[in-house]
């Protein structure tokens, strides 16, 4: 079989690209996927780690699974707002601007309550829904009310071109059941006879022959096809972009690894969004007993004493936390825009190696002071009449603490962890910028039939979870490459 488009990686964008690109006969698709075909579960995890902050290092889940992450995460569908895809085309990327996005977006969903508006779709595949009010539980409500007495607005569609305040958190389910686009995109696709799916099948690098991608080799197996678009995810796909001798190419050497193509920028411009929490424990039945996790989410205009940039992000986390079997109520603070980036590298050539990832949590100043600022007037909402009544008691964080900047900082620096957004890595610009891994049609720079097409190629920040992001990542570029 001559395959025209090897897809690497059936994740959230992988499944969507896989679909497009196979609804034309003619084109011969395979997608390959490291993981299983699976279930809902924990096990399918990459089991990559992570520099979060200076000298701590943490876990990084990413989903090592037929549906990638989006198969065990939190259900979260929140769109960027309009002004990042205006940054994003003003960098000379135009077919990334809002008003091209948009319609990707549109394609991708079926909005259950907003879909009669403009800016949002009723005929897609991926159906949006969020919790009514009346089902909201007593710390959810409570949370919505402080909020809003510390000044900020409502905001009934968080997925609106220029959402801003608090609203019901936009989820990709139907029901109670998750659809992740393994479901809604890959598997109605699966009957066509010019689309094969391998599961369990690691790649463990691009080959190169000619200054083209011929292929991969998987497994020991070299597979041949005319196109290989990298769907991995960040940060795997800069991961293999390196392992294919395609990066900086000092660090290749000193990696081990043989330079194929000397691009500077794979591997660098790592972004994720740093979060903290304020864990309480509620008053006995606050949280009934299968409670959904997350009911309301908050982007907030600006950070106190911060300029206005939509960087303020609040949610309320209501269950076990990970590793723990004791309901908590846990607000979740964290910075959609901060300035600090990380980086990729390898520590071998082998791909039994473990990549070196440096989130860069509060390596750029500013970034622990706007952290700081946020997590005080989360305390202050916590502190509200209405929340206060749903709290037994909190954990770890008390007035003498949030009053000083040392003691808050520390307990910044112990408790951040990465809010699962992660970005770039095998970043887009334009023709002169010398630092782009990818151009505006998604191809590698300097190798011919090779694109990168999911999260790793955004060069600006997302202000939003990614999950639905990674979904329209993978509509827009398939539009591009059927045009």
Known sequence: MDIDHLIVGAGTAGCVLAARLSEDPARQVMLLEAGPEGVEDAEYDWGLRATVTAGRDDGLARGKVIGGSARVNGMGAVRAPARDYHAWAALGLPAWGWDRVLESYRRVETDLEYGDQPHHGDSGPVPITRHPREQWIAPVSALVEAVRAAGHPYCPDMNAPDASGIGPYPHNRRGGARMPTSVTHLAPARSRPNLTVRADLPVERVVVRDGRAAGVLAGGEFIAAREVILCAGTP?????????????????????????????????????????????????????????????????????????????????????????????????????????????????????????????????????????????????????????????RFYEVSDELVGSDEALDGLLRAMTFSRLALLGGAAMGPPDDPSAVVGEDCRVRGVGGLRVADLSIVPVALRAPTALDAMMIGEHAATLITA
């Open 236 to 392: 795997l796909s800069a991961v293999l972009l390196l392992r294919s001798g395609l990066g900086p190419a000092d660090d290749l050497r000193e990696a081990g690894v043989d330079v194929v193509a000397d691009l500077p920028g794979v591997g660098r411009n790592l972004y994720d969004q740093p979060g903290a929490v304020i864990p309480a424990l509620p008053v006995p039945g606050a949280v009934p007993g299968g409670s959904p996790v997350t009911q309301v989410i908050a982007r907030l205009a600006a950070i106190p004493g911060h300029e206005p940039d939509d960087g303020f992000y609040l949610c309320l986390f209501a269950g076990p936390p990970p590793g723990g079997t004791e309901v908590m109520i846990s607000i979740m603070v964290g910075d959609l825009n901060p300035a600090s980036r990380g980086a990729i590298t390898l520590t071998g050539p082998s791909p039994g190696d473990p990549p070196r990832i440096d989130l860069g949590f509060y390596t750029a100043p500013g970034d622990l002071g706007r952290m700081r600022a946020a997590y005080r007037h989360a305390w202050s909402i916590a502190q509200h009449e209405a929340y206060a009544r749903t709290v037994d």
